[in-house]
Structure formats: structure tokens, C-alpha cells
């Protein structure tokens, strides 16, 4: 059975490829590194189709932010195997499996002091994206290796205009709850944007 150790530690903490290695093995998952996805950082599919169960997780997260995800789609899979689809997804069987998989994780201090005080925090409750929660966001965002310009959205004044990855412009409206309007500048069209949604601001407008 292969293992898959050396290929993970180049994408999470080297402590925690065995671990992830045996699940991919136990569980026979296909894990797969993917591309960047702006909407989300990985995906759990259940077995269809004659697949089995099939796990994909962004390729430029961080190590914190890779494992973390990972952890959070093998929660998927595992509570699909008790259930299958009778339960919701973020549901509170989901919450109780992603907190018994991250455990072993957080207390073997594979986290810096700052993210592992944000993700004890956060696990009091998770939901269904670690982007969600701000506080955990931001503290895993400054691990992040890119030296671009990204911005999240709540950083931009308003009336800004910035880029998406796909190139698309917008202009930054008003808050609206827990989002911002915001207008394609081509279209016109209103789109809701996270408030931690990262963008590139156009500097010159």
C-alpha cells in the first residue's frame, strides 16, 4: 500500500503526513492537491459512480490552513460512513467527528501560539468553513507565503475597486449584515463578498 508521507510533508506539518497517509490509506480516498479554488478550500465527495470516497484540498494553502482543511474534509468522510446523507452536513455529527479527528493535532503543538489559541477557540463550535471564523482567518493568513497585494475585503475603503483571481472587477458598496454589496464593473450586476474575502485593490481609480 503506497505511502504518502514525503509527498504531504511539503504541504502540512511534517508531524502530521503519517497521520493523513494512514487515513488516505484506511479509508481508500482519493487525495488530491487541486488548484487554487477562490470559493472554497476543499471538497468532500462520498463514494458515487463507482468512486470511492474522493477528497481534494487547494494546493497554496499554508501548512496550518492545508491541514486543518484536510482534517475538515476527512470529518466529511468519516461521518458520512456512520450516516451517509441522513445527517446535515455541518451538522452536530460532523462538528463531533472534525473535534475527535483535530485533537490529537492540537495537543501535539503542531500549531504556532497564536493559530493554536484561534482553533482551540474556534472548535468550541466549528462551522462549516474555518473562513468563517475571523479571528482564526486572519491568524492563519499571516502564514501565508504569497507576496502579492490580497486584501480582504473588510480591509478596503468603500467605492474601492479591486480584482478577483479570475480577473473580474468590482466596486466595494455598503455592508449588508455579514456581507459586502459589491458591483461588477462590467455588468453592473451586485455580488455578496465575504467580508474576508482575499482581492487585489486597484490602486490607481
Known sequence: MPDYTIA???????????????????????????????????????????????????????????????????????????????VKPHGKEWKANFKLLMHSFIQDGLFPDDVHAALVAYMENPAASSCTDVNLFRKLRQYNSTGDRLQTIDQLPENALFTVPNGRVFQKKERLRKRYRCIEVKTQRVYLFQPIAEVSLLANH
Open 8 to 86: 504531504l510533508s511539503k504541504y502540512m506539518p511534517a508531524a502530521a503526513a503519517p497521520v493523513i497517509s494512514r487515513w488516505i490509506q484506511d479509508s481508500a480516498c482519493q487525495f488530491r492537491i487541486s488548484r487554487s479554488r477562490s470559493s472554497k478550500f476543499g471538497d468532500y465527495r462520498p463514494p458515487h459512480g463507482g468512486h470511492g470516497h474522493r477528497i481534494s484540498v487547494n494546493h497554496n494553502l499554508n501548512p496550518y490552513a492545508f491541514l486543518i482543511t484536510t482534517v475538515h474534509e476527512f470529518a466529511h468522510l468519516k461521518t458520512w460512513n456512520t450516516y451517509k446523507n441522513r
